[in-house]
């Protein structure tokens, strides 16, 4: 073959080996850029897709807060007319056990009583532990609470209309005058919600350790807030004269007769078990604190007491006792003579953690505790082992 019949040869060769290898590429390629428009497409989709959902989302978040926005301008201004049918949903989330198994004897004001202990314990289906975390990092907290023994409450709450409460109420410090219930710290209210403050001892898992308590065992906790003294301290703040007497509700001292021993021992020995104070000393010294204060009713302190002497005119009077322990009478024979009511004693009542503590109280003001009994209608049956172990630890 010549040369030139060979160059042709190798041009025709070199043409075919092009035209096949660009046909093999263009193949490939063809189904690519088809199967990325078809990509491109679908992206297409999806983002046109994205947009009209996240624009629904945002017109729906529009539509939630503008109806918020409503409810609580609503319910901020609700009309008179309607007022009855406003309400908020609220429950508790807690209950205290404390010391004080009765109303008669809880403190009339938190930290008058700083043996008050009390546990906080918390429903773990509405506040997890770690709602917790840090209170114990306060010394005291706010406690917002529920007057669950008032004895209108069902009332109250069955039958708004028809509770019409009482404007003023009977003020202790005042003997008995009244006062109107905004100006007192009266559970008698519109709303039973009652505000304490108290010292804050140790918090575990889903229990929070008190001390100063005011709160009889199984108050209904709202919610709880850490006490901020810069703020809840208010320097120069007034108060009415009559809320400054304390000495009106002070009694002159506390005793206990020779009998309250033995009682008391025979008491702690079944009671002790599951009580939140470590010695029969530590609960003595409890009482002790309690009774300090007049813990009677305005109408128990109106009663007579014993001993009670007359005058022949009809007044009352209050014998004093002699250096021999005997009243002083005027036996000039005028119509000043004292003479003797032959009256039963006055017996008061106490129950701390069960256990009933009686006790007598003069004229004077001075205290007499005469024993203590287990009750049988109070036992001490809140106080779970948990409360009592932390307390139990905390003392050791």
């Not at 700083?114 to 706010?142: I, K, Q, T």
């Not at 004292?338 to 106490?350: F, T």
Request: charged share 20%; proline share 6%; net charge positive.
């Amino acid at each position: 073959m010549g040369s030139g019949g060979f160059s042709k040869w190798w041009t025709a060769t070199i043409t075919v080996a092009l035209a096949v290898l660009s046909a093999t590429t263009a193949i490939p390629y063809y189904f690519c850029r088809k199967k990325s428009k078809a990509l491109d497409s679908k992206v297409q989709e999806l983002e046109i897709a994205l947009n009209s959902s996240l624009q629904k989302c945002a017109a729906e978040r529009q539509g939630r807060i503008r109806a918020q926005q409503a409810l609580r301008e609503a319910l901020a201004q609700p009309k008179v007319k309607h007022l009855e049918q406003t309400s908020y949903p609220m429950a508790p989330i807690g209950l205290v056990q404390s010391c004080f198994s009765t109303r008669n004897g809880t403190p009339r004001q938190p930290l008058l009583v700083p043996l008050a202990r009390g546990c906080l314990v918390f429903s773990s289906s509405r506040v997890p532990p770690a709602s917790l975390e840090g209170l114990e990092e306060y010394s005291h907290c706010w406690i917002i609470y529920v007057f669950h023994l008032n004895t209108d409450i069902e009332k109250l709450w069955k039958q708004p209309s028809r509770s019409k409460f009482k404007a003023k109420v009977r003020v202790p410090r005042l003997k008995g005058r009244r006062m109107g219930v905004f100006a007192t710290r009266s559970p008698h209210r519109p709303c039973p919600i009652g505000l304490t403050v108290a010292k804050v001892e140790a918090v575990q898992g889903n229990m929070v350790l008190l001390s100063g308590v005011d709160l009889v065992d199984g108050t209904p906790i709202l919610d709880i807030k850490p006490y901020l003294p810069y703020c809840d301290s208010i320097q120069g703040a007034t108060v009415p004269k009559w809320v400054m007497e304390d000495s009106m509700l002070a009694v002159a001292s506390v005793s206990f007769s020779e009998g309250f021993s033995a009682s008391f021992a025979h008491s702690w020995e079944i009671a002790g078990k599951k009580s939140l104070y470590a010695s029969p000393d530590e609960f003595q010294h409890l009482i002790k604190q309690v009774l300090s204060w007049d813990i009677r009713s305005v109408s128990q302190r109106n009663q007579p007491h014993d001993p009670i002497f007359k005058e022949g005119n009809g007044k009352d009077l209050c014998g004093s006792p002699d250096s021999d322990g005997n009243h002083d009478e005027d036996t000039s024979g005028n119509e000043n003579v004292k003479v003797p009511l032959h009256s039963e004693d006055v017996i008061y009542h106490l129950i701390l953690e069960g256990i009933n503590v009686s006790y007598r109280i003069d004229c004077n003001g001075n205290v007499m505790v005469q024993k203590a009994i287990v009750s049988s209608e109070y036992p001490n049956v809140n106080h779970n082992h948990c409360s009592y172990s932390m307390w139990r630890d905390k003392l050791s």
